[in-house]
């Protein structure tokens, strides 16, 4: 693929801006600066790096990020901050057009922090947010007042939401505190883990997400830090049922 279009792809603006990056010298190309932009390269793998910025081809993006507290998942936010604004430009700028970039896989409230996965493949999104595949997500749950037994028990029994007489529960459930809950879901409706937590006559005061499938939220990924995910965990996470 010639570089211009390597550069295009991975969202580095329009293909007159990609080119001309190339010929000013801003691109170096496995540590080698390449000022052509017609040049031909292998894009699979392919470390390069624009104005100084390192990078690596990835034909789809496939992202984790811890989001903070304060954020919204929203590209339009009403009140707070957008979880986009901590992406750097090229993946909020990836494929161009109308649907531009990554999309959150699902979203996480405004308060709640902890594990989001990001894509631009539709397919990808879909099969990790549909209610059909039931991906278990893993959330901390920090209680206003202290759980006890009965309250565990209806969250595994199942309980009812305003808006759905169908109950809704918990795939698991353990008391990590006296006011701390693992709570394990395979669905994911609106503030599910607020409302479920609400019907057994408690309040969520901290909200966290550690876990969807097999990923786990690395320790070492701070509030706001992103990563893209590893081949080992597209394949582990690509694995569920
Ligand atoms: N459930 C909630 O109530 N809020 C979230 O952010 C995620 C799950």
Known sequence: MQLQEILFSQGFGTRRVCAGLVQQGFVTVAGVPCAEPATEFVADGLHFTVQGVAWEYHEKAYLMLHKPAGYECSQKPSTYPSIYTLLPA???????????????????????????????????????????????????????????????????????????????????CAQTGELQLSLTLTEGKYHQVKRMIAAVGNRVEGLHRSCIGSLALPADLKPGEWRWLTAQDLASISALP
Do not use: C, N, W
């Open 90 to 172: 090229p993946i909020r700028q990836r494929g161009g057009g109308a649907a531009a970039g990554v999309q959150a896989v699902g979203r996480l409230d405004q308060d709640t922090t902890g594990l989001l996965l990001l894509s631009d493949d539709g397919k990808f999104i879909h099969r990790m947010s549909s209610p059909k595949h039931h991906v278990p997500k893993v959330y901390e749950v920090t209680a206003k007042h202290p759980m006890d037994d009965r309250q565990i028990q209806k969250l595994l029994a199942g309980v009812v939401l305003d808006d759905d007489p169908k109950p809704v529960r918990a795939a698991a």
